[in-house]
C-alpha cells in the first residue's frame, strides 16, 4: 500500500487491513519507538467541511510519529473562496507535503484529488458516501471487543441514507463476511440501494430493515448509533421531525445483551444519553482512542516508513 491513495477500504486488500489493525496495536504499546517513524514528513490536511476528531486525529497521529502537519480548516480559509478547483488545490499541496487527508462536502471529491496529487490522498470523509479512517477505527473497536470481526450480529442505526460511515462499515464488514446487518431507520433515512446491494452480493451475509430499536436491540452484539446529518437535509422542518427518533438511554440498555457495544462516529446530538456513558457496553470514547492509533498506522504504511521493532505476525497473515 506504500504510495497508494485511499478513497474507500476497497482500495486496500483484507490481509493489509489486518495488518493495519495488528499496526495499531503495536503502536499502542510501543508509543516511545514509534515516535520518530514519519521525521521529516509532511501531512497537509485539507478541510472544507466542519470536522473536530478527523481532521485532529490524523494531525495527531502525524504529530505523534515525529512528522509535521499542514492545512485548512474550512473552505472559506482556501484558496476555494476564489474559485480554484480541487483539482488545483491538490496539484498545488502536493508539491509540498507527503501526505494529504482530504475532508469535502462532495461525494466523489476524494477521488477527483487522488487522480490529481502527486502524493498520496486519504479521504477524510466525502460528503454522504464514504469515511474509511472511521471504518478503521470501527473495526479496531470491534475487534478489541469480540476478538473478531466477523460473525456479528450488527445493528446501524438512525440515519443511513446520509450517514458515510455506515456506507464504509457495512461496505468494509461485507468484505470480511459472516455479518447479519439489523438497518434501524425510520422509513425516511433509509439505507441507499448500492450498499443493500452490496450486502446482497456478499454470500455470508444478509440484513433485515427495521424501524424500532427496542424490538431487535436485544439481537444484536453491536449497536452503532448515528446522528440524523443536518448538513445534508433539503429541508430543516424533516430534520427537526426526524433527528430525535432514536434515543439510546439506560432502558433501552437493560434489553440489550450484557456484552453488546455501543459505537458512534461522534458527534452525537441526542442519540445517546449521557447516561449510557458510564454503562460498560459503551465503547464511543475508545473508538476515538483507536481511531487515533489506526491513522498511525494507515499514514506510517502509506508512507513507507517502517515502524521500529515491528513485524508482522503469521498469525496475522493467516
Ligand atoms: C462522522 C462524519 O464526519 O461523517 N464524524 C466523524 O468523522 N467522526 C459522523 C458525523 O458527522 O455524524
Not at 486488500?13 to 489486518?18: A, L, N
Not at 496495536?25 to 478527523?54: M, W
Not at 450498499?195 to 436491540?217: F, G, M, N, Q
Request: glycine share 6%.
Amino acid at each position: 500500500m506504500v504510495g497508494s491513495s485511499v478513497v474507500t477500504l476497497d482500495n486496500i486488500p483484507i490481509p493489509e487491513i489486518r495488518v493495519l489493525l495488528d499496526k495499531a496495536q503495536y503502536i499502542d504499546s510501543h508509543r516511545k519507538e514509534v515516535a520518530n517513524t514519519c521525521t521529516g514528513r509532511v501531512l497537509a490536511t485539507l478541510f472544507y467541511e466542519p470536522s473536530t476528531r478527523t481532521r485532529l486525529s490524523f494531525e495527531t497521529a502525524m504529530l505523534r510519529l515525529g512528522g509535521k502537519v499542514i492545512g485548512f480548516a474550512g473552505a472559506q480559509l482556501s484558496s476555494a473562496t476564489k474559485g480554484e478547483t480541487i483539482h488545483d488545490t491538490v496539484k498545488v499541496v502536493s508539491q509540498y507535503a507527503d501526505l494529504i487527508a482530504m475532508r469535502h462536502p462532495k461525494e466523489g471529491a476524494a477521488l477527483v484529488a487522488a487522480h490529481s496529487s502527486d502524493v498520496p490522498v486519504i479521504n477524510a470523509g466525502d460528503g454522504g458516501h464514504m469515511h474509511p479512517t472511521q471504518t478503521l477505527a470501527d473495526l479496531s473497536t470491534i475487534q478489541a471487543r469480540f476478538g473478531r470481526v466477523t460473525d456479528l450480529t450488527v445493528g446501524l442505526c438512525g440515519d443511513l441514507t446520509f450517514g458515510r460511515t455506515v456506507h464504509s462499515l457495512i461496505e468494509t464488514l461485507c468484505r470480511f463476511g459472516n455479518i447479519r446487518f439489523v438497518l434501524i431507520s425510520p422509513d425516511e433515512l433509509k439505507t441507499p440501494q448500492y450498499v443493500l446491494d452490496r450486502i446482497d452480493a456478499s454470500p455470508t451475509c444478509s440484513y433485515v430493515e427495521a424501524k424500532d430499536l427496542s424490538a431487535v436491540i436485544g439481537d444484536l452484539d453491536v449497536l452503532y448509533m448515528t446522528r440524523v446529518q443536518q448538513e445534508r437535509f433539503f429541508n430543516e422542518d424533516d430534520y427537526l421531525r426526524l433527528r430525535d427518533t432514536y434515543i439510546l438511554d439506560t432502558a433501552k440498555m437493560r434489553l440489550a445483551k450484557p456484552k453488546m457495544a455501543v459505537l458512534h462516529p461522534l458527534p452525537r446530538v441526542n442519540e445517546i444519553a449521557k447516561e449510557v456513558d458510564d454503562d460498560p457496553r459503551a465503547a464511543y470514547f475508545e473508538q476515538v482512542r483507536r481511531g487515533m492509533l489506526m491513522r498511525m498506522a494507515l499514514e506510517s504504511s502509506v508512507l513507507g516508513d517502517e515502524l521500529p521493532g515491528y513485524e508482522t505476525s503469521k498469525e496475522v497473515l493467516a
